[in-house]
């Protein structure tokens, strides 16, 4: 009888709270919890150059870098820069992605803010996909913030 009544209360508190578990359309934010803090601003970026990232700005007074434009591989000429801070034991993870197509002589487009887009098609959601890819790297507690 006790399992009957607690589970509709468990039911709700799962489904209440499964919008902080996963992804959102139009999170801009992935938040990863460190299974190791020593060094961990150190470690990112060096993680970041191992990839083939270069860093463009890196703030150690603040924890944070952006890494240098990254060269989209798909259909469409574009970049992307990847920007992360570190607060204690989280790492937050954002990303910035830019047309390098100029238009009747035009400069190409400054840079939008990616956000998550369900679509696998989108190449926002490919480039969301590497950064989480990257934040799974430094820990399996993983949330996504607007």
Do not use: C
């Not at 996963?22 to 938040?31: L, S």
């Not at 460190?34 to 603040?62: P, S």
């Not at 998550?116 to 989108?122: L, M, N």
């Amino acid at each position: 009888m006790r399992i009957l009544i607690l589970f509709p209360i468990v039911y709700f508190i799962l489904i209440a709270n499964a919008p902080l578990l996963a992804q959102q359309k139009h999170d801009t934010k992935i938040v990863v919890t460190a299974t190791d803090t020593v060094n961990l601003f150190k470690r990112v970026a060096l993680y970041l150059l191992d990839q083939g990232y270069t860093i463009e700005n890196k703030y150690d007074d603040l924890q944070s870098l952006t890494t240098g434009a990254h060269e989209w591989t798909g259909l469409t000429a574009a970049t992307y820069k990847i920007g992360v801070r570190v607060n204690g034991s989280e790492i937050t993870f954002t990303g910035q992605m830019r047309l390098e197509v100029a238009i009747l002589g035009t400069q190409p487009s400054s840079y939008d803010l990616i956000d998550y887009r369900p679509s696998k098609q989108h190449m926002y959601h490919k480039v969301w996909d590497w950064m989480e890819t990257i934040a799974k790297h430094f820990g399996t507690e993983i949330k996504y913030e607007k």
